[in-house]
């Protein structure tokens, strides 16, 4: 944990890349955002690959009989939630003025997931 | 926040996957959940401080219908792009089912087979018809829809179904999806806490996950499920014996079954009547009345009654399904007279009741509490219609 955080957001407009067709440049972002986190884990996996091949592992099986523990579980639930908000990070940044208070909560609807 | 880590019970008919299947369906579910919090509930802030003032600009008062409130949210790029987001991971859902459906159904079908003895009983009727409304659309967006036959004894779409709806709802329907059928049995049990009914019908059952908890609350009493749709009654048969749950299944139309008058206590459904149609809805009401014997009650659980809720996008947000999921009935529901119908099908109108029922939602597990039988039940929740057959005549 860091005290401090750094701004993640350039102080300036963003500019509009495709004129009268925002959605356009959200999901410019996210297909962008998506491709690099594929790449990290690709990356990933291939350095474990390496590494075990090398030691003269076979993780396939394994990997796919593996059952999460409850920890893992949690620790896995909370990389998607990390990573869906970089993903979807725009959004939350558009949404922002209009929220009374970065941690409101319930929101303005009040309703059940 | 809490971390979601809901997860299903495996049992040997619900597909598996493998490790990058199951991690793409974990994904998706995560990104659904997001999705829906973005355009059900972010999306509130954008139309309380973007929405309403454009409107206001342009027509010097804010929007006062829910029709109005929609299209004036369909100009916004936020709206655009959540709804989009949502219906975009709907669609990834599905698909990261069937590739292990797909994949395992020949052993799944092998599996159902297995446990066709037991407790239960299955009577197919291939000759029924599949009702227009169940023909026209895939309801929420599930390729091939509840009734898509593909084997010889297929079982795919119950298989489809219990792992889809699990992720869908973000598993808060429970480990073994039984948590909207506990949450009519305590409506039920609140209401008439002493009643003992003898012989229980679920309509439009599905894969009986609802069904069963009616089994474990009246352990004296025959419980039948009834589908227009095969493959989940292969699959409900197989998974209600496999659990040791004696339901008596059979492929019927609940506009119109063969059983006698006055057969059952009780006749019950879960989500089904939004997924039929106007027409269908009287008539299963008019079938309600005659299966029920003198004093017997019928309860369906389905949408909430959105136009109580005081803010109109609370109402639109609920309301989305039908203009992103595949989902024709949903925006009429509400104004249906669902009263006049059953006065209609002949219920005396001091016995009709239309009530709000929470949700039972399970509390996902973490390290601290690993117990994942622990639920909740939410304010808002599904519309009970319920009413009863006079005791006299």
């Known amino acids: 944990m860091t005290d401090f955080k750094l701004p993640r957001h350039a102080k300036g407009d963003r500019p509009a890349f495709f004129p009268g067709e925002p959605a356009a440049d959200r999901l410019l972002g996210m297909v962008m955002t998506l491709a690099t986190e594929l790449a990290v884990v690709r990356e990933r996996l291939d350095t474990i690959e390496r590494i075990t091949a090398a030691r003269g592992m076979d993780l396939a099986a394994e990997v796919d009989g593996y059952e999460p523990p409850i920890g893992v579980r949690e620790a896995r639930e909370a990389w998607r939630q990390a990573f869906l908000d970089r993903l979807l990070k725009m959004l939350g940044e558009e949404v922002a003025p209009f929220r009374p208070a970065p941690e409101s909560t319930p929101g303005p609807s009040g309703l059940p997931p | ?393």
Request: proline share 7%.
């Open chain 2, 1 to 393: 926040m809490a971390l979601n880590t809901n997860h299903q019970d495996f049992h040997p008919l619900l597909p598996r996957g493998t490790h990058d299947e199951r991690a793409r369906q974990e994904f998706v579910k995560s990104l659904h959940e997001r999705a829906s919090g973005l355009s059900r509930a972010e999306a509130g802030w954008i139309y309380k401080g973007r929405v309403v003032p454009a409107f206001q600009a342009r027509y010097g008062r804010a929007p006062a219908t829910r029709e109005e409130a929609r299209i004036a949210l369909e100009c916004d790029p936020f709206w655009q792009t959540v709804v989009g987001l949502r219906r975009t991971a709907q669609e990834l859902l599905w698909s990261s089912v069937i590739d292990t459906v797909e994949r395992e159904g020949p052993a799944l079908i092998a599996s159902a087979r297995e446990h066709a003895g037991g407790p239960g009983s299955l009577r197919l009727s291939p000759a029924l018809p599949i009702p227009d409304y169940l023909t026209g659309v895939d309801f929420h967006a599930m390729p091939g829809s509840y009734h898509g036959e593909f084997a010889t004894d297929d079982v795919c779409a119950g298989a489809l179904f219990e792992r889809g709806t699990f992720l869908y709802t973000h598993g808060y329907i429970g480990p073994m999806s039984e948590n909207l059928g506990r949450g009519m049995v305590d409506f039920v049990r609140r209401k008439h806490p002493d009643w003992q009914p003898r012989r229980i019908l679920d309509m439009g059952c599905g894969i009986g996950s609802c069904t069963l908890p009616w089994v474990d609350a009246f352990p004296g009493a025959e419980i039948h499920g009834i589908d227009v749709a095969a493959p989940g009654l292969r699959y409900g048969h197989a998974r209600a014996n496999l659990l040791g749950k004696a339901v008596q299944f059979s492929q019927q139309n609940a506009e119109h079954t063969d059983f006698p008058a006055g057969h059952f206590d009780l006749v019950v459904s879960h989500i089904l009547l939004h997924e039929t149609s106007r027409e269908a809805i009287a008539n299963i009401f008019r079938e309600s009345f005659r299966l029920l014997a003198p004093g017997g009650r019928m309860v369906h659980a389905d949408l909430p009654d959105i136009r109580f809720l005081p803010d109109l996008f609370q109402q639109v947000s609920v309301d989305q399904d039908h203009y992103d999921n595949n989902e024709p009935l949903w925006a009429g529901y509400y104004d249906l007279d669902l009263k006049g119908l059953l006065q209609a099908a002949g219920f005396p109108s001091e016995t009709i009741a239309l009530e709000s029922a929470g949700m039972v939602l399970s509390l996902p597990p973490s390290s601290a509490s690993p117990d994942r039988s622990r639920t909740v039940t939410s304010r808002f929740g599904y519309g009970v219609i319920s009413a009863q057959r006079p005791i006299q005549k």
